[in-house]
C-alpha cells in the first residue's frame, strides 16, 4: 500500500504502476518515480545501516547528496553496487537490499558499535590497528569484511557499454533555469550544443517548485524550452546525464544512463566553451541525532511533494537557518501535513515566505533551534531550546514536540565541483555563507544558483548571461533572447548556523553527524584538532570527512566551519578542499567502454597462423602478437611437445615462424653514418651480404634491444628487432633522426606485416632449401654463416638469410606475406623425408639458452649493460655509439656487478623455477643477501638435464661454486656456477 | 585528456601522442671528452619546473613527428606548439 501517496498531482504517471521488491518484500510505485520517492510512497523510512556504527538511517535528499539510501541494485551479474536510491528511476521488476546490517538491516549486529561509539572517534581505524605491524593482515581483513558498502557482482558484466567522442561550441551542465537559458541562447546563435542534465527530464529545481514564468507555471516554460532547444539540429539533449569530470583543455567527460541495448555511454567531450549550471546543494544542520530516518533536507520533502506526490511525514518540525524551508512547510501543509512548528535560528523569522506561512496558519517560533531527536528507527519528536545566537556553551532544551518528521535546512552550497575539478579556486562569500566558484581558469562560465544565484528571476539572467558570454568567446551573432518574467520574493538572509548548539558540551553531547556516510561527527572534528591535526586536508583523512563515495556533498561545509570553531580561525582561512572526478562514481562497466573481451587489445597473426591452428599449436601471447608455443601431438604435454621439438631440430630439421620478428628497411645516404650511432658494431665495415648481430643500448648503457641486421647495399640496410621491441625501437630510431641528428638523410619503414620470416633450423636445412631449387648456391664458400641472397625457392621470390638463433646450421626465408602460407606448406611437404618438425616459441627458448643466447627483456631487465653479458666484443671502440660513454661510468666498471652465467641443479634433475632468487648461505641473517636471480630455466632433452641462465653478482669469478636458488613455495635449490653455453660452445654446427 | 597541436596535422587529442621527456637538451658533441659529472648531468637531471616546461612530443599515432611542446605543469595550459630546430617546417 502506498500510504503516503498523494491522491493527486506529480509528474508520476499513475496509469503505470510498477512492482519492486526492498530487502525481499514487494512493493510497489509509478513510473516517474526513484526508488527513493517509491519507497517513502510506501513508508519505508529505515534504509540502510550506517558505515561505521551501523545506525539506522533513511532516506534524506533527493539528488546526488544522498549518502544513505546507498543501495544493491539488481541480481547477479547485472548488479550495481552502491546505487543512490534518490537517482535510480524505478522499473518493473527492480530488485533492491540494503547494502549493510547483518543479519538485516531491522535487527543488525554491528549496531552495538553505535552503544561503544565513543570508542569508535576520530582516527579509530589508525591508533587501534596499527600495532603490532604483523597483525595488520588480519585487522585489515576485519576491517574490510565489517565495513565495505554493496557486493561487487562475481561474474562478468553481460551488459554492453560504449564510449563516445563528441566535440561541440557550448557544452552546458545542467538543465535547470539557468542552464536552459543558456542552451536555448547558444541553440538560437546556431552553435554546435550539448545540454546534459543528470535527471529523468529537464527542470533542474523547477520540478519541484510552485515558481510562475512569464505568466505560467515554471514547469510549462520548462516544457516549452526544452522542446524548443531540442528542435535544433546542432543541439544534442542527454538526460539521466552526468557531467562527472572536467579536465585539461576543456576536456568534459559524461556518463548517460541510457534506455536501450547499451547500458550506460560515456561521452567524451572537447568543448571550444563551457557554462556550469549545476545548481545548489542544500546543507544539513547539525543537532544531536541528526542522522535519524525521518531527518530531511527541506529541498528533498518539496520534491518528494511535489514532484512524486509522496508525503514523507504526517506531522513536521521544520527547521532552518533561511528561507527557502519555509517553501517545504507550505508545500507540507498544502498536501495536508500538520506543521507542529517552524523552528528558525534567526530572531527576525523569514521574509513573505514567512508572511505566507503565518497567513496559512502555521505556528513560526524564531529565535529557537532543534538540540535534539528522538526516536531510533523513525523520528517521535524534537527538542527545542531558545537561542540568542550564541555558538559558544550549552541550551537549555525545555520544548518537547512531536513529530514524525524534520525537515531541515542550513542554507544551500552551489555546486562548484566541476569548476574546482577544472582547476581553479572556488572563493568565500561571506553574505552568501558559501563558496562561490572563483575565476575560471578555462574557458568557461558558471551560472545560477551554482554561482551564488538563488531567486528564479536571478538564475533566468545569470544563465542567459553566461550563454551570451560563451557565445561571444567563441565568436557567435548574439541571440535574440528575452529573459522571461519570474517574481522575486522578498527574503530575510540566511543566518549562518554550521553546529547547533546542544544542551551538553559538543564534544559529550549525542552525536551532531556531518559526514553521514562515514560516520563522522562535531565531536571527531573537535578531537582531531585537539590531538594536534590544523590542515583541513589532515583532517578529511583523519576523519574520514567527505571521504564517502558522496564525497561529502552534504556536510563538507559545516565540516569546516566546525574545524575553523575549533581552530579559531575563518573559513576561507581553513580553505576549502578539492573536488576530484567523478562528481558521482562512476561504473566500471562504462570506464571499460567497449574494450573488453575480444577488443580489449588487438590481436596479431601471422600470415601462417591458419596453419598452426589446424596443426593443433598451443599459442601463447607475446605482445599482441598470437604465436604458436608448442605443437603436441596427441597425448603430449608441453615438456614432451618440447623434448620431442629440440631433439628433431639438432637431429634433423625444425621450422618456426618467426614472422612476428620486428623488420625496419633503413636507406639513404647517411645510413651507414645513423647505424654506426645507434649500434655498437662496425657498421660500417660489414660487406654487402652480409649480416650481424646487433645490439643497442640507451643512453645509459644499458642493452634496449637486439637482432640481426644485414647490410643489403651500400645505402641499404635491413634490421630485425625482438617482437616485443619492434615498435620502440622504430620510434627510437626516428626520435634521433629527428630531434638530434635531422642533418642525416635516412628513410625507415617498418616491413614487420609485409615479410614474413620461416626459419628452417637443423643439419638438414640446407638439403631441404636444395630441394626446392633455391636459386642460389647455398655451399658454405658462396652462402657463409651471416650472410644473405635474394632467391627464388619453389618460384617464390625469397631473402635467404644464413643465421641461426638455434646454433645449428639455419637459414631465415622472409618471403611476401601473400606467399608465405604456401611456402611453409610447400617446406612442410618436402621436409616430409627429413621429419621436417615444426616448433613454436618454447623449444625456440630452449635451443637458444642451449647456446647461452639471451632474450633481451627476460635474461636483461634495463640494468643489464653488454659488458655483464660477456659481449665486449661487440663494443666497437673506433667510435661513439649511443650509451657509450655509460659504460665507463664507475657504476658499469664495477666488477660486482650481475654478471650472465650458467646455473645447473647439482642433482641434475631439478628444473630451477625462473625467477627464483640466488643467495649464498642459507644460514645467513635476514636480510639475506641476494646475490641475483635465475631468468632462463629448462629441462634440455638435448643434454639429457636441466640448464638455466642467471645474473649472479660477480658471476665470472664464481665459476663452480655452489648457490641456492630460492622461489617462494620450493625448497632451496643447489646449484652450480657454468659457462652460460652449454651446447657446442665451439660453433661447429651452425658453421657446417 | 590534453588537446596538443601537432605543427603538422593540427590539433589532435592527447591518446594520438606519446610523450618524450624534457625538451631542449642537446646531446654532447663529444662524449668522450665530459667528466662522469658532466656526462651524468646530461643523462639524469631534468630540470621538473613548477610551471613552465619545455617537452618533446610525438605525433606516433599520426604523422610521427616530434615537436616541442611548452606545458605549465601546474595548470596544464599549453601556451604553444613548435618545431624543432630552426622552426621550419620541411
Ligand atoms: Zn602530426
Same mark, same amino acid.
Given at each position: 500500500?502506498? /500510504?503516503?501517496?498523494?491522491?493527486?498531482?506529480?509528474?508520476?504517471?499513475?496509469?503505470?504502476?510498477?512492482?519492486?521488491?526492498?530487502?525481499?518484500?514487494?512493493?510497489?510505485?509509478?513510473?516517474?518515480?526513484?526508488?527513493?520517492?517509491?519507497?517513502?510512497?510506501?513508508?519505508?523510512?529505515?534504509?540502510?545501516?550506517?558505515?561505521?556504527?551501523?545506525?539506522?538511517?533513511?532516506?534524506?535528499?533527493?539528488?546526488?547528496?544522498?549518502?544513505?539510501?546507498?543501495?544493491?541494485?539488481?541480481?547477479?551479474?547485472?548488479?550495481?553496487?552502491?546505487?543512490?536510491?534518490?537517482?535510480?528511476?524505478?522499473?518493473?521488476?527492480?530488485?533492491?537490499?540494503?547494502?549493510?546490517?547483518?543479519?538485516?538491516?531491522?535487527?543488525?549486529?554491528?549496531?552495538?558499535?553505535?552503544?561503544?561509539?565513543?570508542?569508535?572517534?576520530?582516527? @579509530?581505524?589508525?591508533?587501534?590497528?596499527?600495532?603490532?605491524?604483523?597483525?595488520?593482515?588480519?585487522?585489515?581483513?576485519?576491517?574490510?569484511?565489517?565495513?565495505?558498502?554493496?557486493?561487487?557482482?562475481?561474474?562478468?558484466?553481460?551488459?554492453?557499454?560504449?564510449?563516445?567522442?563528441?566535440?561541440?561550441?557550448?557544452?552546458?551542465?545542467?538543465?535547470?533555469?539557468? !542552464?536552459?537559458?543558456?542552451?536555448?541562447?547558444?541553440?538560437?546563435?546556431?552553435?554546435?550544443?550539448?545540454?546534459?542534465?543528470?535527471?529523468?527530464?529537464?527542470?533542474?529545481?523547477?520540478?519541484?517548485?510552485?515558481?510562475?514564468?512569464?505568466?505560467?507555471?515554471?514547469?510549462?516554460?520548462?516544457?516549452?524550452?526544452?522542446?524548443?532547444?531540442?528542435?535544433?539540429?546542432?543541439?544534442?539533449?542527454?538526460?539521466?546525464?552526468?557531467?562527472?569530470?572536467?579536465?585539461?583543455?576543456? @576536456?568534459?567527460?559524461?556518463?548517460?544512463?541510457?534506455?536501450?541495448?547499451?547500458?550506460?555511454?560515456?561521452?567524451?567531450?572537447?568543448?571550444?566553451?563551457?557554462?556550469?549550471?549545476?545548481?545548489?546543494?542544500?546543507?544539513?544542520?547539525? @543537532?544531536?541525532?541528526?542522522?535519524?530516518?525521518?531527518?530531511?533536507?527541506?529541498?528533498?520533502?518539496?520534491?518528494?511533494?511535489?514532484?512524486?506526490?509522496?508525503?514523507?511525514?504526517?506531522?513536521?518540525?521544520?527547521?532552518?537557518?533561511?528561507?527557502?524551508?519555509?517553501?517545504?512547510?507550505?508545500?507540507?501543509?498544502?498536501?495536508?501535513?500538520?506543521?507542529?512548528?517552524?523552528?528558525?535560528?534567526?530572531?527576525?523569522?523569514?521574509?513573505?515566505?514567512?508572511?505566507?506561512?503565518?497567513?496559512?496558519?502555521?505556528?513560526?517560533?524564531?529565535?529557537?533551534?532543534?538540540?535534539?531527536?528522538?526516536?531510533?528507527?523513525?523520528?517521535?519528536?524534537?527538542?527545542?531550546?531558545?537561542?540568542?545566537?550564541?555558538?559558544?556553551?550549552?541550551?537549555?532544551?525545555?520544548?518537547?514536540?512531536?513529530?514524525?518528521?524534520?525537515?531541515?535546512?542550513?542554507?544551500?552550497?552551489?555546486?562548484?565541483?566541476?569548476?574546482?575539478?577544472?582547476?581553479?579556486?572556488?572563493?568565500?562569500?561571506?553574505?552568501?555563507?558559501?563558496?562561490?566558484?572563483?575565476?575560471?581558469?578555462?574557458?568557461?562560465?558558471?551560472?545560477?544558483?551554482?554561482?551564488?544565484?538563488?531567486?528564479?528571476?536571478?538564475?533566468?539572467?545569470?544563465?542567459?548571461?553566461?550563454?551570451?558570454?560563451?557565445?561571444?568567446?567563441?565568436?557567435?551573432?548574439?541571440?535574440?533572447?528575452?529573459?522571461?518574467?519570474?517574481?522575486?520574493?522578498?527574503?530575510?538572509?540566511?543566518?549562518?548556523?554550521?553546529?547547533?548548539?546542544?544542551?551538553?558540551?559538543?564534544?559529550?553531547?549525542?552525536?551532531?553527524?556531518?559526514?553521514?556516510?562515514?560516520?563522522?561527527?562535531?565531536?571527531?572534528?573537535?578531537?582531531?584538532?585537539?590531538?594536534?591535526?590544523?590542515?583541513?586536508?589532515?583532517?578529511?583523512?583523519?576523519?574520514?570527512? !567527505?571521504?564517502?563515495?558522496?564525497?561529502?556533498?552534504?556536510?563538507?561545509?559545516?565540516?569546516?566551519?566546525?574545524?575553523?570553531?575549533?581552530?579559531?580561525?575563518?573559513?576561507?582561512?581553513?580553505?576549502?578542499?578539492?573536488?576530484?572526478?567523478?562528481?558521482?562514481?562512476?561504473?566500471?562497466?562504462?570506464?571499460?567502454?567497449?574494450?573488453?573481451?575480444?577488443?580489449?587489445?588487438?590481436?596479431?597473426?601471422?600470415?601462417?597462423?591458419?596453419?598452426?591452428?589446424?596443426?593443433?599449436?598451443?599459442?601463447?601471447?607475446?605482445?599482441?602478437?598470437?604465436?604458436?608455443?608448442?605443437?603436441?601431438?596427441?597425448?603430449?604435454?608441453?615438456?614432451?611437445?618440447?623434448?620431442?621439438?629440440?631433439?628433431?631440430?639438432?637431429?634433423?630439421?625444425?621450422?618456426?615462424?618467426?614472422?612476428?620478428?620486428?623488420?625496419?628497411?633503413?636507406?639513404?645516404?647517411?645510413?651507414?653514418?645513423?647505424?654506426?650511432?645507434?649500434?655498437?658494431?662496425?657498421?660500417?665495415?660489414?660487406?654487402?651480404?652480409?649480416?650481424?648481430?646487433?645490439?643497442?643500448?640507451?643512453?645509459?648503457?644499458?642493452?634496449?634491444?637486439?637482432?640481426?641486421?644485414?647490410?643489403?647495399?651500400?645505402?641499404?640496410?635491413?634490421?630485425?628487432?625482438?617482437?616485443?621491441?619492434?615498435?620502440?625501437?622504430?620510434?627510437?630510431?626516428?626520435?634521433?633522426?629527428?630531434?638530434?641528428?635531422?642533418?642525416?638523410?635516412?628513410?625507415?619503414?617498418?616491413?614487420?606485416?609485409?615479410?614474413?620470416?620461416?626459419?628452417?633450423?637443423?643439419?638438414?636445412?640446407?638439403?631441404?632449401?636444395?630441394?626446392?631449387?633455391?636459386?642460389?648456391?647455398?655451399?658454405?664458400?658462396?652462402?657463409?654463416?651471416?650472410?644473405?641472397?635474394?632467391?627464388?625457392?619453389?618460384?617464390?621470390?625469397?631473402?635467404?638469410?644464413?643465421?641461426?638463433?638455434?646454433?645449428?646450421?639455419?637459414?631465415?626465408?622472409?618471403?611476401?606475406?601473400?606467399?608465405?602460407?604456401?611456402?611453409?606448406?610447400?617446406?612442410?611437404?618436402?621436409?616430409?623425408?627429413?621429419?621436417?618438425?615444426?616448433?613454436?616459441?618454447?623449444?625456440?627458448?630452449?635451443?637458444?639458452?642451449?647456446?647461452?643466447?639471451?632474450?633481451?627483456?627476460?635474461?636483461?631487465?634495463?640494468?643489464?649493460?653488454?659488458?655483464?653479458?660477456?659481449?665486449?666484443?661487440?663494443?666497437?671502440?673506433?667510435?661513439?655509439?649511443?650509451?657509450?660513454?655509460?659504460?665507463?661510468?664507475?657504476?658499469?666498471?664495477?666488477?660486482?656487478?650481475?654478471?650472465?652465467?650458467?646455473?645447473?641443479?647439482?642433482?641434475?634433475?631439478?628444473?630451477?623455477?625462473?625467477?627464483?632468487?640466488?643467495?649464498?648461505?642459507?644460514?645467513?641473517?635476514?636480510? /639475506?643477501?641476494?646475490?641475483?636471480?635465475?631468468?632462463?630455466?629448462?629441462?634440455?632433452?638435448?643434454?639429457?638435464?636441466?640448464?638455466?641462465?642467471?645474473?649472479?653478482?660477480?658471476?665470472?669469478?664464481?665459476?663452480?661454486?655452489?648457490?641456492?636458488?630460492?622461489?617462494?613455495?620450493?625448497?632451496?635449490?643447489?646449484?652450480?656456477?657454468?659457462?652460460?653455453?652449454?651446447?657446442?660452445?665451439?660453433?661447429?654446427?651452425?658453421?657446417? | 585528456? @590534453?588537446?596538443?597541436?601537432?605543427?603538422?596535422?593540427?590539433?589532435?587529442?592527447?591518446?594520438?601522442?606519446?610523450?618524450?621527456?624534457?625538451?631542449?637538451?642537446?646531446?654532447?658533441?663529444?662524449?668522450?671528452?665530459?667528466?662522469?659529472?658532466?656526462?651524468?648531468?646530461?643523462?639524469?637531471?631534468?630540470?621538473?619546473?613548477?610551471?613552465?616546461?619545455?617537452?618533446?612530443?610525438?605525433?606516433?599515432?599520426?604523422?610521427?613527428?616530434?615537436?616541442?611542446?611548452?606545458?605549465?605543469?601546474?595548470?596544464?595550459?599549453?601556451?604553444?606548439?613548435?618545431?624543432?630546430?630552426?622552426?621550419?617546417?620541411?
Amino acid at each position: 500500500m502506498q /500510504v503516503n501517496r498523494l491522491d493527486k498531482g506529480g509528474r508520476i504517471d499513475r496509469s503505470k504502476p510498477l512492482k519492486f521488491r526492498f530487502n525481499g518484500k514487494s512493493y510497489e510505485g509509478y513510473a516517474g518515480d526513484t526508488l527513493a520517492s517509491a519507497l517513502l510512497a510506501n513508508n519505508v523510512s529505515l534504509i540502510n545501516r550506517s558505515f561505521k556504527l551501523h545506525r539506522p538511517r533513511g532516506i534524506i535528499g533527493s539528488g546526488a547528496e544522498e549518502p544513505n539510501a546507498i543501495l544493491q541494485i539488481g541480481k547477479g551479474a547485472h548488479t550495481l553496487p552502491n546505487r543512490r536510491a534518490t537517482q535510480v528511476a524505478l522499473q518493473e521488476g527492480l530488485v533492491a537490499r540494503s547494502t549493510k546490517g547483518w543479519p538485516g538491516v531491522r535487527f543488525d549486529i554491528g549496531a552495538i558499535n553505535d552503544v561503544f561509539s565513543r570508542l569508535f572517534s576520530a582516527g @579509530f581505524y589508525y591508533k587501534t590497528f596499527m600495532f603490532p605491524q604483523s597483525l595488520w593482515n588480519l585487522y585489515e581483513d576485519l576491517i574490510r569484511g565489517s565495513a565495505g558498502f554493496a557486493k561487487a557482482p562475481k561474474k562478468p558484466d553481460p551488459d554492453r557499454y560504449e564510449h563516445i567522442n563528441a566535440h561541440c561550441d557550448i557544452l552546458v551542465a545542467g538543465a535547470g533555469p539557468a !542552464g536552459l537559458m543558456a542552451a536555448l541562447a547558444a541553440a538560437r546563435s546556431g552553435a554546435r550544443v550539448i545540454l546534459a542534465d543528470e535527471g529523468t527530464e529537464a527542470g533542474g529545481a523547477l520540478l519541484r517548485s510552485d515558481e510562475i514564468i512569464d505568466g505560467r507555471p515554471a514547469t510549462n516554460w520548462v516544457e516549452t524550452i526544452a522542446t524548443e532547444i531540442r528542435g535544433y539540429e546542432d543541439v544534442t539533449v542527454l538526460k539521466n546525464s552526468t557531467v562527472f569530470g572536467y579536465f585539461a583543455q576543456n @576536456f568534459l567527460t559524461i556518463t548517460e544512463r541510457t534506455e536501450g541495448p547499451i547500458r550506460q555511454r560515456e561521452w567524451r567531450v572537447r568543448a571550444r566553451q563551457v557554462v556550469l549550471a549545476q545548481g545548489a546543494i542544500e546543507r544539513p544542520l547539525i @543537532f544531536c541525532n541528526n542522522d535519524r530516518p525521518g531527518v530531511m533536507l527541506a529541498s528533498a520533502v518539496s520534491e518528494y511533494i511535489r514532484r512524486y506526490a509522496v508525503l514523507p511525514g504526517k506531522r513536521a518540525v521544520v527547521f532552518t537557518n533561511n528561507d527557502a524551508a519555509y517553501q517545504a512547510a507550505l508545500d507540507l501543509h498544502s498536501a495536508g501535513a500538520t506543521i507542529a512548528a517552524i523552528v528558525d535560528s534567526r530572531r527576525t523569522g523569514a521574509g513573505d515566505l514567512g508572511e505566507q506561512a503565518k497567513a496559512a496558519g502555521i505556528p513560526v517560533m524564531p529565535g529557537h533551534i532543534v538540540t535534539n531527536v528522538s526516536g531510533r528507527k523513525r523520528v517521535t519528536g524534537v527538542k527545542i531550546a531558545t537561542w540568542d545566537g550564541a555558538t559558544e556553551g550549552m541550551v537549555d532544551e525545555s520544548i518537547d514536540i512531536a513529530c514524525d518528521l524534520v525537515t531541515m535546512s542550513g542554507g544551500y552550497s552551489p555546486a562548484v565541483h566541476l569548476h574546482s575539478q577544472s582547476g581553479a579556486k572556488n572563493a568565500w562569500d561571506d553574505s552568501l555563507s558559501c563558496f562561490v566558484p572563483g575565476e575560471a581558469v578555462q574557458a568557461c562560465e558558471s551560472a545560477g544558483a551554482g554561482n551564488g544565484r538563488w531567486s528564479l528571476r536571478d538564475c533566468l539572467e545569470d544563465g542567459a548571461r553566461a550563454g551570451k558570454v560563451a557565445l561571444a568567446k567563441a565568436g557567435f551573432d548574439m541571440p535574440d533572447i528575452a529573459v522571461p518574467a519570474a517574481s522575486s520574493q522578498a527574503v530575510k538572509p540566511l543566518e549562518p548556523l554550521w553546529r547547533v548548539p546542544a544542551a551538553q558540551d559538543p564534544d559529550r553531547c549525542p552525536k551532531q553527524f556531518l559526514d553521514f556516510q562515514n560516520d563522522t561527527s562535531v565531536a571527531d572534528v573537535r578531537l582531531a584538532v585537539r590531538e594536534g591535526y590544523r590542515n583541513i586536508e589532515h583532517v578529511k583523512r583523519y576523519t574520514a570527512l !567527505g571521504f564517502g563515495t558522496d564525497q561529502g556533498k552534504l556536510g563538507n561545509i559545516n565540516g569546516m566551519a566546525v574545524l575553523a570553531e575549533a581552530l579559531g580561525m575563518s573559513i576561507p582561512e581553513v580553505g576549502t578542499t578539492t573536488f576530484r572526478p567523478p562528481y558521482t562514481p562512476v561504473s566500471f562497466g562504462v570506464c571499460a567502454g567497449e574494450s573488453v573481451g575480444e577488443l580489449y587489445d588487438p590481436v596479431r597473426k601471422t600470415a601462417v597462423h591458419e596453419w598452426h591452428e589446424s596443426s593443433g599449436a598451443e599459442f601463447e601471447n607475446v605482445g599482441q602478437w598470437h604465436r604458436p608455443w608448442y605443437f603436441p601431438l596427441p597425448g603430449e604435454d608441453l615438456d614432451a611437445a618440447v623434448a620431442r621439438e629440440c631433439l628433431a631440430t639438432r637431429k634433423s630439421l625444425g621450422i618456426l615462424d618467426a614472422s612476428t620478428l620486428g623488420k625496419i628497411d633503413v636507406q639513404g645516404p647517411d645510413a651507414v653514418t645513423f647505424l654506426e650511432r645507434i649500434y655498437t658494431h662496425n657498421v660500417g665495415k660489414m660487406q654487402n651480404g652480409r649480416c650481424a648481430y646487433g645490439i643497442m643500448l640507451g643512453e645509459d648503457g644499458m642493452v634496449m634491444d637486439d637482432g640481426v641486421m644485414a647490410r643489403l647495399g651500400d645505402n641499404r640496410f635491413y634490421l630485425t628487432t625482438t617482437t616485443g621491441g619492434a615498435a620502440a625501437v622504430l620510434g627510437w630510431l626516428e626520435s634521433w633522426l629527428q630531434t638530434e641528428w635531422p642533418e642525416l638523410e635516412v628513410y625507415l619503414t617498418s616491413i614487420t606485416d609485409q615479410y614474413s620470416t620461416i626459419a628452417v633450423a637443423g643439419p638438414n636445412s640446407r638439403r631441404l632449401l636444395h630441394k626446392l631449387s633455391c636459386s642460389v648456391d647455398l655451399g658454405n664458400e658462396n652462402f657463409p654463416f651471416m650472410s644473405v641472397h635474394d632467391a627464388e625457392l619453389a618460384g617464390i621470390p625469397v631473402q635467404l638469410f644464413r643465421v641461426s638463433f638455434s646454433g645449428e646450421l639455419a637459414f631465415e626465408v622472409n618471403v611476401d606475406s601473400n606467399h608465405a602460407l604456401p611456402l611453409w606448406q610447400t617446406l612442410m611437404d618436402a621436409g616430409e623425408e627429413f621429419d621436417i618438425t615444426p616448433y613454436g616459441t618454447e623449444t625456440m627458448h630452449v635451443l637458444r639458452a642451449e647456446k647461452g643466447f639471451v632474450i633481451v627483456g627476460q635474461d636483461t631487465d634495463g640494468s643489464v649493460t653488454p659488458i655483464d653479458l660477456n659481449m665486449n666484443w661487440m663494443l666497437s671502440k673506433e667510435k661513439d655509439y649511443l650509451g657509450k660513454r655509460s659504460l665507463s661510468r664507475p657504476d658499469c666498471l664495477r666488477t660486482d656487478r650481475k654478471q650472465l652465467v650458467g646455473l645447473l641443479s647439482e642433482d641434475n634433475t631439478t628444473v630451477i623455477p625462473e625467477g627464483a632468487q640466488l643467495i649464498e648461505d642459507l644460514s645467513a641473517p635476514e636480510p /639475506v643477501p641476494m646475490l641475483g636471480h635465475v631468468s632462463s630455466s629448462y629441462m634440455s632433452a638435448c643434454l639429457g638435464h636441466p640448464i638455466a641462465l642467471g645474473l649472479v653478482a660477480g658471476g665470472w669469478n664464481r665459476k663452480d661454486e655452489v648457490v641456492y636458488a630460492w622461489a617462494a613455495g620450493c625448497e632451496p635449490i643447489r646449484a652450480r656456477i657454468v659457462s652460460p653455453v652449454f651446447y657446442d660452445p665451439r660453433n661447429e654446427r651452425q658453421n657446417d | 585528456m @590534453f588537446l596538443i597541436e601537432c605543427p603538422w596535422c593540427g590539433e589532435r587529442a592527447e591518446t594520438e601522442f606519446s610523450y618524450g621527456g624534457e625538451g631542449g637538451i642537446t646531446r654532447p658533441a663529444e662524449p668522450d671528452k665530459l667528466s662522469d659529472a658532466e656526462w651524468a648531468n646530461y643523462l639524469f637531471m631534468r630540470t621538473n619546473p613548477r610551471g613552465a616546461h619545455q617537452e618533446l612530443w610525438n605525433h606516433a599515432q599520426g604523422c610521427r613527428r616530434w615537436f616541442g611542446v611548452e606545458r605549465d605543469t601546474v595548470t596544464y595550459h599549453i601556451s604553444r606548439s613548435y618545431v624543432l630546430g630552426d622552426g621550419v617546417k620541411d
